[in-house]
């Protein structure tokens, strides 16, 4: 049977412990239904940045916690312990970026997401596409030293704290292509925001992209790659919701 190594048992106590400090905090957040003043979540967020909990997922060389994916989902198991009013501060910017990403894409998404200055979103499923990333009716087109980006996405989560978007769209021809999107620009309006079943500050709006342009730089890899890229990040999401999943609620030994 494998066992945890020292350095993973390390993470774990110290996931462990931030969780035990954001635990008395949850009964305020409900309250508010998930919105906590701005100072103290932020000072949340500094805490997991010290305790290495925050883009663990992420490479060492640009400041991440280059930890494993065994040590990722101990410390998710862990804050998974805590609402997610709270536990996600202990955030995961997308690793599969750094290696199809440009030096200019890393200098302006990459370092800040992995330093917290800056936070993503996802614009991939629509209301007639959900798993089934081909079914996307979202459109691209090349326009010089431009892309014109349409379509309108569904249950966009974090879209009202975060402050670029990945948007997947159809080339014409049919190949898949993902672009990096700064918020706000023009374009890009809220349609709504469906209610969910949960208190939490990040919001899940259903948004449009309507003529929405973009720099060529903007394209993440190359075109035809957008599916790859939708894919990885389901994959990783799933797996670290998973580990939310069995400690909720469950006292800690």
Request: charge should be negative; proline fraction near 6%; aromatic fraction near 10%.
């Amino acid at each position: 049977m494998y066992g945890l190594s020292t350095e993973d048992l390390a993470i774990q106590t110290r996931a462990r412990g931030f969780a035990d400090e954001l635990i008395p905090f949850e009964e305020q957040a409900e309250a508010a239904g998930g919105e906590l003043p701005a100072d103290l979540t932020a000072g949340h967020a500094k805490r997991a940045r010290e305790l290495g909990l925050h883009s663990t997922n992420m490479p060492a060389e640009l400041g991440g916690g280059g930890c494993t994916t065994l040590q990722q989902v101990l410390v998710q198991e862990q804050v998974g312990r805590v609402t997610n009013a709270l536990g996600w501060v202990a955030a995961t910017p997308p690793s599969w970026l750094p290696g199809v990403a440009t030096a200019d894409q890393i200098d302006r998404y990459v370092r800040p997401a992995i330093a917290g200055e800056r936070e993503e979103c996802y614009a991939i499923t629509e209301e007639g596409a959900g798993s089934d990333v081909d079914a996307i009716e979202a459109a691209a087109y090349r326009d010089g030293e431009e892309y014109v980006l349409n379509g309108v996405k569904w249950h966009v989560t974090s879209y009202n704290t975060a402050d670029f978007a990945f948007f997947q769209a159809k080339l014409p021809g049919g190949d898949h292509a993902m672009f990096l999107v700064d918020l706000p620009s023009p374009g890009v309006r809220v349609v709504r925001t469906p209610a969910y079943s949960h208190t939490i500050s990040h919001h899940h709006p259903i948004v449009a992209f309507t003529g929405v342009r973009v720099p060529a730089a903007n394209l993440v890899g190359a075109e035809g790659d957008g599916m790859a890229f939708a894919y990885e990040w389901f994959r990783f999401e799933r797996l670290m919701v998973a580990a939310w999943g069995p400690r909720k609620g469950l006292p800690q030994k």
